[in-house]
């Protein structure tokens, strides 16, 4: 079992940048590959990127156009989404979401979600 606790959202202007962290509870985070998700309101969730476990490998739905960086860093178990260049477009709840298995970019690949962490960028 992994628990992740997403942290780190807020408001913020158009241009700005915030950086959400997820926390995971258990020692085999490392063994874990990951993702973030996007949900804004009424639309469904949607994939913005994800990281293989050892962290060697990221890719990015094309949305993102180079704004946004996955890292991790397993020794704190946390995985972190840095957002740069925000757009009013931007705006919803964040998932990071894990799986034992190989990253993709469907939600059902991803077995362990968070709670989610609110995003709103300002125009």
């Known amino acids: 079992q992994v628990q992740l606790v997403e942290s780190g959202g807020g408001l913020v202007q158009a241009g700005g940048s915030l950086r959400l962290s997820c926390v995971a509870s258990?020692?085999?985070?490392?063994?874990?590959?990951m993702a973030w998700f996007r949900q804004a309101p009424g639309k469904e969730r949607e994939f913005v990127g994800a990281i293989r476990w050892s962290g060697g490998m990221t890719y990015y739905a094309d949305f993102v156009k180079g704004r946004f960086t996955i890292s991790r860093d397993n020794a704190k178990n946390t995985l972190y989404l840095q957002l740069n260049s925000l757009k009013s477009e931007d705006t919803a709840v964040y998932y990071c979401a894990a799986t034992p298995v190989t990253t993709g970019r469907y939600e059902a690949q991803y077995d362990y979600w968070g709670q989610g962490t609110q995003v709103t960028v300002s125009s």
């Open positions: 258990g020692r085999t985070f490392r063994l874990y590959s």
